[in-house]
């Protein structure tokens, strides 16, 4: 079972409509999460970053929460326009103490139609 | 200031064959990852290499699989007698910093699609 799950596995929107994506963890000790964006045929680019003490963090119309006492963590896309389609991707990352390790969740993929 | 750059973008290989994987990490990255993507699949941890070392190989199959980072030059993901299980997109990504690190993102490249005939 992954330590990292995500919901939904994909999502078809109208443009210019909200939507939140969902990701639930079970890794420990937790340092930080990560939420990326990937398009076909591209390389992750991150969206936002948030540590243990932050609940929210906004980049543009994208906007992250997170707590660390439920283990989970949404993304919320305000206004989605079509460049939006893409998969976003849950990146929770575990303290080793004298390294880190990622751990990937598998994506939502978003489609966002006019 | 040119991003992780990795070629071939795809790459095409019979069963047997070699497969050798570039990646430049961004100016002033000496710190690179290379990461599996299968379909449907999320990416998953191979290695962590610095300059002339590697680090973490945790994530790579003890066989036909090798890393490097030279003093020169980009790193390489290399695989040796390729079967169709190989068959991926295998990403590069770079950080200035020691680690994974805990407060800064990770830089990707594009990745290079493996396709083993």
């Known amino acids: ?114 | 200031n040119a991003g992780v750059m990795q070629n071939p973008r795809h790459l095409v290989r019979r069963r047997g064959q070699e497969a050798r994987l570039r990646c430049s990490p961004m100016k002033g990255h000496s710190h690179v990852y290379w990461y599996r993507q299968l379909p449907e699949e999320g990416l998953k941890f191979m290695v962590y290499l610095q300059k002339e070392n590697i680090i973490d190989e945790s994530g790579m199959p003890k066989e036909r699989f090798s890393a490097e980072f030279p003093k020169e030059g980009p790193s390489i993901l290399r695989i040796q007698q390729v079967v169709r299980g190989d068959s991926a997109a295998y990403f590069c990504a770079s950080s200035p910093y020691p680690g994974q690190p805990k407060n800064s993102p990770l830089h990707f490249g594009n990745g290079t699609r493996l396709t083993v005939t």
């Open chain 1, 1 to 114: 079972k992954n330590q990292v799950e995500q919901s939904p596995q994909s999502l078809i929107i109208l443009e210019g409509k909200n939507c939140t994506l969902q990701c639930n963890y079970t890794v420990s000790p937790f340092s930080n999460l990560r939420w990326y964006k990937q398009d076909t045929g591209r390389g992750p680019v991150s969206l936002t970053i948030m540590t243990f003490s932050e609940n929210t963090k906004s980049n543009g119309r994208y906007t992250a929460t997170l707590d660390a006492d439920t283990k989970q963590s949404s993304l919320h896309i305000t206004a989605s326009q079509l460049s939006d389609s893409a998969s976003y991707i849950c990146v929770v990352t575990k303290n080793t103490g004298t390294a880190s390790k990622l751990t990937f969740g598998t994506g939502t993929r978003l489609q966002v139609t006019l």
